[in-house]
């Protein structure tokens, strides 16, 4: 990763840290940063924030207020081999934050075949990783693994 993504993707978590913060939310980073903190992807295409609330909480529409002139992909129903969950894209800086609310987050189980909730528990408690002198709770490790393995041959 070069110095000027790494400077992009902190300017994008300094905007949107205090703002998930203002609104008292428990979440984590999963996915692209996630890949690159655990060592796996040095290219990020987007930081995935999973934010643990229902899209249709008031705290929650009240964070999208919050952030709506920096929203490049309103909230939107999405589903494909992988997903059925909703999602919303905020963009800093060029790079791309990708918020899912959790309580309607579901993700393929491979033996079942049917999309199952990942956080049936809400969010676990993070990893805290340092990350260009910023502190960000990042999915753990086992969870991750999980997560990504619903990505495999799909």
């Known amino acids: 990763m070069t110095e000027t993504q790494k400077n ?13 913060n203002k609104h008292n939310f428990k979440w984590d980073i999963s996915e692209g940063l996630a890949r690159y903190i655990y060592g796996i992807e040095d290219n990020i ?13 008031e ?3 009240s964070f999208m207020l919050d952030v709506n002139d920096h929203t490049t992909l309103p909230l939107k129903h999405w589903v494909d081999k992988v997903f ?4 919303m894209e905020v963009t800093v800086e060029d790079i791309i934050l990708s918020i899912c609310p959790t309580k309607n987050m579901n993700i393929i189980n491979k033996n079942s075949g049917k999309y199952e909730l990942f956080y049936k528990d809400g969010i676990p ?3 805290m990783v340092s990350f260009e002198g910023l502190e960000i709770p990042v999915l753990p490790r086992d969870r991750f693994t999980q997560m990504e393995e619903s990505f495999k041959d799909n």
Not at 12 to 19: D, G, S, V, W
Not at 45 to 57: L, M, N, Q, S
Not at 84 to 87: A, R
């Open 8 to 20: 992009k993707i902190v300017v994008a978590l300094q905007y949107m840290i205090p703002i998930l």
């Open 45 to 57: 295409k987007e930081i995935a924030i999973d934010v643990d609330v229902d899209k249709d909480d």
């Open 59 to 61: 705290k929650f529409k």
């Open 84 to 87: 059925n969950h909703y999602v």
């Open 125 to 127: 408690t993070p990893n």
